[in-house]
């Protein structure tokens, strides 16, 4: 499923020129893409990201 999700995605835009993921296709699922979008977008706005790179969100998911 996570494998087919990102081939499922496109970025359309809003009124102000912000893209944000949509299908291609209504019956297309992206739930997973999506998920994992907003999963690197909170380690990357932690502040534990400061300190750590990424790979240390996906060991230990929890923030101080």
């Given at each position: 499923m996570l494998?087919?999700?990102?081939g499922?995605?496109?970025?359309r835009p809003?009124?102000r020129?912000n893209?944000?993921?949509?299908?291609?296709?209504?019956?297309?699922?992206i739930?997973?893409?999506?998920?994992l979008m907003m999963?690197?977008?909170?380690?990357?706005?932690?502040?534990?990201?400061?300190r750590?790179?990424i790979?240390?969100?996906?060991?230990?998911?929890l923030?101080?």
């Amino acid at each position: 499923m996570l494998g087919r999700c990102p081939g499922n995605v496109v970025g359309r835009p809003d009124r102000r020129g912000n893209l944000y993921p949509a299908k291609q296709r209504p019956e297309r699922k992206i739930g997973a893409a999506v998920a994992l979008m907003m999963a690197i977008g909170r380690a990357q706005a932690s502040e534990a990201a400061a300190r750590l790179d990424i790979t240390a969100f996906f060991t230990d998911p929890l923030f101080d």
